[in-house]
């Protein structure tokens, strides 16, 4: 008897939890409740967080990026195209297949980039800590052009 009732209760548990699929919710995060977490292959003091979606996985995603200040990555590609939004400090972005701080150009905070599919390009960080808002369809990938 005990297992039935456990059965039944198990049974109404996930008909309540599946139930009503089609409910839609606002979807919201304070600066305050952003998580951030470092990915195993960011090895700079670089943090992600993934705001919907999950990234590392693929289907729809937004996340963010925290470089810090005085950091930079090194030239690589995408297979997708990479859309930026700066939401704090100024991104500086060039276009290349090696690093050369001199094609870096300023972004600062609200501007929008599109990187295309393929195209090499570097980032640095270097008037302070900077944020930006990355988004995709699919899994993000990273492939580096320069060691």
Do not use: C
Request: charged share 20%; net charge neutral; aromatic share 10%.
């Amino acid at each position: 008897m005990k297992r039935l009732l456990l059965a039944v209760l198990v049974f109404a548990t996930i008909t309540l939890t599946l139930g009503d699929t089609t409910k839609k919710e606002i979807i919201a995060f304070t600066p305050q409740q952003v998580r951030w977490f470092t990915p195993l292959y960011y090895t700079d003091g670089r943090e992600r967080a993934q705001l919907l979606g999950d990234s590392s996985q693929g289907g729809a995603w937004i996340d963010r990026a925290k470089i810090p200040a005085g950091k930079r990555v090194l030239a690589h590609t995408h297979p997708q195209d990479e859309p930026v939004t700066v939401i704090e400090g100024t991104w500086y972005l060039g276009e290349g297949t090696k690093f050369n701080s001199t094609k870096l150009k300023a972004y600062p905070a609200g501007s929008f980039i599109l990187i295309p599919a393929g195209v090499p390009h570097f980032v640095a960080a270097t008037e302070g800590d900077v944020i930006i808002q990355l988004s995709g369809n699919g899994k993000f990938q990273t492939d580096y052009v320069e060691q």
